[in-house]
């Protein structure tokens, strides 16, 4: 699918704060935004359920990553800027190829996730989600991380 992208995202000059440029983005609030360790590309998620990937130098959008149904509340990019996860309140984390937007995985959960992050060398993914409702005691304070990409994933 191709996406126009109508988010107005602004530049502002510090310490005035005045506008310096504004970047159509996203219908709707973006939420989270993510640069990739190369310096190429950043990527931001926002409520209307996209992932738009950027070029910094040209400041355009590249692609749009719609296969998720919920806003995004979460990205990473990996360690060599190669792959890009994403995560909602769907019950999975989209893993895309950047240069081509193909998927590579889709990673299943039992609940949200709102938290991913790819390990600094490796391509490893850590990730957590809201298991307060579930098999898990709601009354307490205490998360869980799960970990994606050791030898027995697929």
């Not at 996406?3 to 995202?9: G, I, N, Q, S």
């Not at 926002?46 to 400041?59: F, K």
Request: proline letters at 6%; charged letters at 25%; one cysteine or more.
């Amino acid at each position: 699918k191709s996406w126009l992208c109508d988010f107005m995202a602004l530049t502002f000059c510090y310490p005035e704060l005045k506008p310096v440029q504004s970047i159509n983005a996203h219908p709707s609030n973006c939420i989270c935004i993510k640069f990739d360790p190369m310096g190429k590309y950043f990527a931001t998620g926002s409520a209307d359920a996209l992932v738009s990937l950027w070029d910094v130098d040209e400041l355009v959008c590249v692609r749009c990553f719609s296969r998720l149904d919920w806003p995004v509340r979460t990205l990473s990019f990996s360690h060599d800027g190669k792959m890009l996860a994403s995560a909602s309140e769907d019950h999975f984390i989209d893993i895309a190829e950047v240069e081509t937007g193909d998927k590579l995985w889709e990673v299943q959960c039992e609940s949200p996730t709102f938290t991913v992050a790819w390990h600094p060398k490796r391509p490893l993914l850590a990730f957590a989600c809201d298991d307060k409702d579930g098999k898990y005691d709601s009354s307490r304070e205490a998360g869980t991380v799960k970990l994606f990409g050791l030898p027995n994933d697929s």
